[in-house]
């Protein structure tokens, strides 16, 4: 079965820097859309950044925008997420999916935590 493990997080000062990475099993990952998502206590699940199969095209949430980078490697089954110049707001679980026909099999989810 499909399998998203995710890695990571942590606890970083406002401004600095962090990179996700989520570890993909059971499909054939090079075939597929990916998306780091983030949810925060009390609010709803945001997708954050979305990244096509080959690559080729991303789309970010004008929050995260300049600010976070995703990336993939196909041959390693592996999607990232770098953050830079983070902020106390980015504080949130954040997890991965796998678009098939909708976002499904999400990870267990990674805690970033940014101290102002």
């Known amino acids: 079965q499909v399998q998203l493990v995710e890695s990571g997080g942590g606890v970083v000062q406002t401004g600095g820097s962090l990179k996700l990475s989520c570890l993909a099993s059971g499909l054939t990952f090079s075939s597929y859309r990916m998306g780091w998502f983030r949810q925060a206590p009390g609010k709803e699940r945001e997708n954050v950044a979305t990244?096509?199969?080959?690559?080729?095209?991303?789309s970010y949430a004008d929050s995260v925008k300049g600010r976070f980078t995703i990336s993939r490697d196909n041959a390693k089954n592996t999607v990232y997420l770098q953050m830079n110049s983070m902020k106390p707001e980015d504080t949130a679980v954040y997890s991965c999916a796998v678009w098939d026909g909708g976002w499904r099999h999400w990870g267990q989810g990674t805690q970033v935590t940014v101290s102002s």
């Open positions: 990244i096509a199969w080959s690559g080729a095209f991303t």
